[in-house]
Structures are given as C-alpha cells and as structure tokens.
Nanobody
Framework: QVQLVESGGGLVQPGGSLRLSCAAS????????MGWYRRAPGKQRELVAT???????NHADPVKGRFTISRDNAKNTVYLQMNSLIPEDTDVYYC?????????????WGQGTQVTVSS
C-alpha cells in the first residue's frame, strides 16, 4: 500500500496564499504521476494540476497563473502553491498518485485537506 498524507490547508482571506503538501510512503513503492484534485460537497471532483515523474506539469484553466504544482522526488512529496486565492477555490483538496507498491500499480488518494477562502 501507498499512503498519501496531505497538509497545509486552512482558512485564508481572498488574495492570500497557501501551500499544500502531500507526502507519500509505503512498502517498496514507486511513484509515477502525482496530482491535486478538489471537490466541494455535492459537486464532482475537479482536476487542479498534475505533474509527471519527469516534472512535466498540467494546470487546469481556472487555476492557471495562480497555482503551481511541484514535486521533490527525493522526498516523495508533491506541493501545490496557491496564490491569489478567491472564494471559488474553497474546496476539499485531494492528493493523488499513480504508484505501485510491492508490484501492484494503482491509483492512490489522500484523505483530503480543507481550503476555505473567506473574508
């Protein structure tokens, strides 16, 4: 199994910044792409950004120019730097990894971290 643990969520005023982190751990694991998704109650899950093991990134249109995904392969950690936050960014943010553990490849998810943008 691969475990993903997110941190860094919280309450921030419009125009503010937050940095989310997601650390992966497990038994004899390997990680390919990692990403961030978000979902508010009653809404469908939405892609925020992804990054390959080689560092190629993709950001969804609503966050382009404001959010930046990055990763530290040595630490098995992916980050999401969120700037110029707006109330519409309020959501639960989930970390995702395409990873394998003990020879089993699959899609792994973190428990989610709440981001609230409000004055």
């Amino acid at each position: 199994q691969v475990q993903l643990v997110e941190s860094g969520g919280g309450l921030v005023q419009p125009g503010g910044s937050l940095r989310l982190s997601c650390a992966a751990s497990g038994n004899m694991f390997r990680i390919w792409a990692m990403g961030w998704y978000r979902r508010a109650p009653g809404k469908q899950r939405e892609l925020v950004a992804t990054i390959t093991s080689g560092g190629r990134t993709n950001h969804a249109d609503p966050v382009k120019g404001r959010f930046t995904i990055s990763r530290d392969n040595a630490k098995n950690t992916v980050y999401l730097q969120m700037n110029s936050l707006i109330p519409e960014d309020t959501d639960v943010y989930y970390c995702n990894a395409d990873a394998s553990s003990s020879g089993r490849r699959g899609d792994y998810w973190g428990q989610g971290t709440q981001v609230t943008v409000s004055s």
